[in-house]
């Protein structure tokens, strides 16, 4: 692991604070914000553990405060595919060389955030194709790809949000339903790797307040800041750090 030193702690905390406010306020997020800059700050794999470790403690948190919108039938639906292939996402991380794995993690936050992009330019107003089923061949699909860029990348949520687009799943159930989904890959996914993220003790404090006040402010802005405008600047933010994480392995190659 790469030593913390000041500035890193420093880093690590802004990163969780910013990606915890915003896994409040849109109900994702945090992995996507937190992910390549936390790996940027310590090493791919023990930085994917950490954000693993955060966002399930984070999705738990806010999953007690929106828990009754949870369907729990989609999240089934998601939940069996997601935890078959979360095995095969850990022998991936164990095995690729630090800087490889770095390009990979950054580049599956890219390769993820366009997909976001390209099923929200393309779903026709209204469509809900799918919807009355729940989308069970988009839920296989979708669940496969959470589970196994979860263990990899720590980033479970944007197979997520395309299948939410696709479907025409309400927002307020899918953000509820997601948290669910998070705490379960992200416990799944600590197993599967055999070993918990290393800190030091200040980096667990510092890191464990960051995470309570972000989703302690996110919840106060949650009605206050456009939901649009949050989205916006997950986007703006994850891109950032992928391209500065898959840049750094590319180098270090």
């Known amino acids: 692991m790469t030593a913390v030193t000041a500035g890193h702690l420093a880093g690590l905390t802004a990163a969780v604070l910013v990606g915890a406010g915003t896994q409040r306020i849109t109900g994702l997020g945090f992995a996507l914000v ?3 800059f936390i790996v940027l700050l310590t090493d791919p794999f023990n930085g994917v553990l950490l954000v693993n470790a955060c966002g399930m403690v984070t999705a738990l948190v806010v999953l007690v405060q929106v828990w009754r919108d ?14 078959l292939t979360v095995p ?16 990979l ?38 669940g496969a790809g959470s589970g196994f860029m979860n263990v990899t990348a ?32 992200g416990a799944a996914s600590l ?11 200040a980096g667990w404090v510092a890191v464990g307040a960051a995470l309570l006040v972000g989703v302690v402010a996110g919840d106060r802005l949650a009605g ?11 986007v703006i933010l ?11 392995g590319v180098v270090q190659l």
């Open 154 to 185: 720590g980033v479970g949520g944007p197979a997520l949000t395309v299948y939410a687009i696709s479907t025409g799943w309400p927002q307020r159930s899918f953000a509820a339903t997601a948290q669910l989904v998070f705490a379960a890959l």
């Open 34 to 36: 937190a992910s390549p």
């Open 191 to 201: 197993a599967a790797k055999g070993a918990p993220p290393s800190l030091p003790p």
């Open 105 to 142: 993690v950054g580049g599956l936050v890219l390769l993820a955030l366009a997909a976001v992009l390209v099923a929200a330019r393309f779903r026709r107003p209204g469509e809900t194709s799918g919807a009355a089923t729940g989308g069970r061949r988009g839920a296989l699909l979708a």
């Open 70 to 83: 949870v369907d729990t039938g989609r999240a089934g639906r998601l939940l069996v595919p997601a935890l």
């Open 238 to 248: 994850a891109l950032a750090g992928a391209a500065i994480t898959v840049g750094k």
């Open 224 to 234: 206050r800041v456009p939901a649009q405008r949050a989205r916006q600047a997950v």
């Open 88 to 103: 095969a996402g850990a022998w991936v991380a164990r095995h690729l060389a630090a800087p490889l794995l770095a390009v």
